[in-house]
């Protein structure tokens, strides 16, 4: 498996921007699909969006689409989340993860193998 840091979190005004960075070690990150989930108290973790593992596919849900972006490096073996224009709504601890296999867009949190611990993000108003 591989082995991954999110770091980048923090507290943002509404409309403010972070990006977050998922670094991966241990294997060949190039080899991994790379999803973005967050998770908000009282709530079911929820996808956010992934990433191919050559960076050519991506996909957003409709509650990030237009304000966020999934990138990666796989030269530094690094993905990233940015994220715009930031709503209170999207308060969450935020988990980056790697999935071996074939890239078809949407995933479910029980498709990915290895997780990491998660990175908070507090937007106040």
């Known amino acids: 498996q591989v082995q991954l840091v999110e770091s980048g979190g923090g507290l943002v005004q509404a409309g403010g921007s972070l990006r977050l960075s998922c670094a991966a070690s241990?294997?060949?990150?190039?080899?991994?699909?790379t999803g973005w989930f967050r998770q908000a108290p009282g709530k079911e973790r929820e996808f956010v969006g992934s990433i191919s593992q050559g960076g050519t596919s991506i996909y957003y849900e409709d509650s990030v689409k237009g304000r966020f972006t999934i990138s990666r490096d796989n030269a530094k073996n690094t993905a990233y989340l940015q994220m715009n224009s930031l709503k209170p709504d999207d308060t969450a601890v935020y988990y980056c993860a790697a999935h071996l296999g074939v890239y078809r867009a949407h995933y479910y949190a029980s498709d990915f193998d290895s997780w990491g611990r998660g990175t908070q993000v507090t937007v106040s108003s």
């Open positions: 241990g294997r060949t990150f190039s080899a991994y699909v």
